[in-house]
């Protein structure tokens, strides 16, 4: 779905026109604004309030991952995640990770339910993490 807009004109409003040309141009260009970053144009680094992190799983757990983020994350969540040997693997269930902030500014991994990650067969994931 595309958002799109029909922009204000001045002449439309003829009562208004001592003040019309000005707003009318600041609305147009909020609107094109937004318009722009509802049609696929936001993106989760650089706009919403979180952090994506990598982590490489080898089965040892807990796996400490420092947190750089000025707020503690709310919910996070795996984004991705693969075989670093690149054999593909069937999970046998939803993975969702187990994790907690620690006091040291350190967020830790307990476990993957799902995941058989051994250090013969480490794993990559992308986490992705959103603060509140």
Not at 74 to 98: M, P, Q, R, V
């Amino acid at each position: 779905m595309q958002f799109s807009y029909s922009k204000i004109r001045p002449e439309d409003y003829p009562k208004q026109k001592e003040f019309m040309p000005s707003l009318s141009s600041i609305i147009n260009l909020s609107f094109t604004s937004l318009v722009q970053l509802f049609n696929k144009n936001i993106t989760f680094r650089e706009n919403i309030a979180g952090d994506i992190l990598t982590v490489n799983i080898d089965g040892n757990f807990p796996v400490n991952v420092r947190w750089t983020n000025k707020s503690m994350p709310i919910a996070a969540w795996i984004g991705k995640c693969y075989e670093t040997s690149g054999k593909h693997t069937n999970y046998s269930s939803a993975l969702f990770l187990d994790w907690e902030m620690l006091s040291n500014s350190e967020f830790r991994i307990n476990a993957i339910p799902g995941l058989t990650a051994t250090t013969a067969n480490p794993f990559k994931l992308t986490i992705v993490a959103i603060t509140g």
